[in-house]
């Protein structure tokens, strides 16, 4: 699946950057020249994307050879190896950025969710990723958040309902939002931001499987997390449609804000996930370089 929708994002990285010819390799290297390249880290962090690396060799010369050394997902050092590259000279050269590139934003994805992970470990909180993503990139980039520990939300606008702050001002309200979806409900999972205890309280009824509180404080989230469970209690949901590892049925996330100082705290109040925009938005890239370690 990962190559099926990576492989023509490949194809025009390469011919963005390639364009006519890589006219500094051609000119300064023998068409016959070997050479045995690695991919090194730089700096701590997690690893993905060296299928996107590999596939930048393939389309470019399908005579080089890349072996991976570290599984995507994979916590690494600095110094370490994590793909060695073989075949002509300057198919390595010409494809280094490229691969290069996908990798090095891919895998500060991962770095920057393993992160946020780790602060909540022992909550039972789930960090999700959102729909902030790069334009034509959403799949590589959610993928990332995976091999980072995180999980994704929804992929797009057409695989799960969520029914925001402008969608209840434009529909007039919480009941009457949902009460249009309900008439016409397709069988995806249905999310409900609100603003207010008003509205959760509002919000609180068979047929909805996440609540969103958005930019409210810890404590506010604590207070919300005591009254949907307390609904939960006296509203038992049919098993059926709670999802595996749920703690109640409608789930509770957080969004907004929040950061690496903050998360921990949103964890402990109980909410079941919290998301976070930053992951795909604002990773910095992980550090890696290519070097040519042996040609002939």
């Known amino acids: 699946m990962l190559e099926a929708v990576a492989l023509p994002i490949v194809k025009w990285a390469l011919s963005e950057d390639v364009g006519t010819g890589d006219i500094t390799t051609l000119n300064t290297l023998p068409s016959n020249m070997g050479a045995r390249g690695v991919i090194l880290v730089r700096a701590p962090g997690v690893v993905a994307g060296s299928e996107l690396a590999r596939l930048c060799f393939r389309e470019l010369d399908p005579t080089v050879v890349c072996e991976t050394l570290v599984p995507d997902g994979s916590k690494v050092e600095p110094g370490m190896a994590v793909m060695k590259v073989f075949g002509p ?3 390595i050269l010409t494809g280094e950025r490229t691969a290069l590139n996908f990798m090095q934003r891919m895998s500060g994805i991962a770095t920057l969710t393993r992160k946020y992970v780790d602060r909540v470990a022992g909550t039972g909180c789930r960090i999700l ?4 993503t790069t334009p034509g990139l959403r799949y590589l980039e959610k993928y990332a958040v995976q091999m980072g520990g995180g ?10 309902y969520l029914v925001k702050d402008n969608h209840i001002r434009a529909a007039g309200g919480v009941t009457a939002a949902l009460d249009r979806i309900m008439r016409t409900r397709q069988d995806v999972p249905l999310e409900i931001e609100v603003e207010s205890l008003d509205q959760l309280k509002e919000a609180l009824r068979p047929g909805v499987d996440r609540i969103l509180l958005d930019n409210r404080t810890i404590e506010e989230v604590r207070v919300a997390v005591a009254v949907v469970d307390a609904w939960c209690q006296a509203n038992p949901p049919d098993p059926r449609v709670v999802a595996r590892r749920a703690r109640r049925w409608p789930e509770l996330e957080v969004s907004g804000g929040v950061s690496l100082e903050t998360v921990r705290g949103y964890a402990e109040t109980g909410v079941d996930c919290i998301s976070v925009g930053a992951l ?8 890696l370089s290519l070097e040519i370690e042996d040609v002939g």
């Open 89 to 91: 000279a300057g198919s």
């Open 280 to 287: 795909t938005h604002s990773a910095p890239a992980l550090d």
């Open 129 to 132: 990723d959102t729909r902030k």
């Open 151 to 160: 999980e994704n939300h929804r992929f797009a606008l057409w695989d799960m």
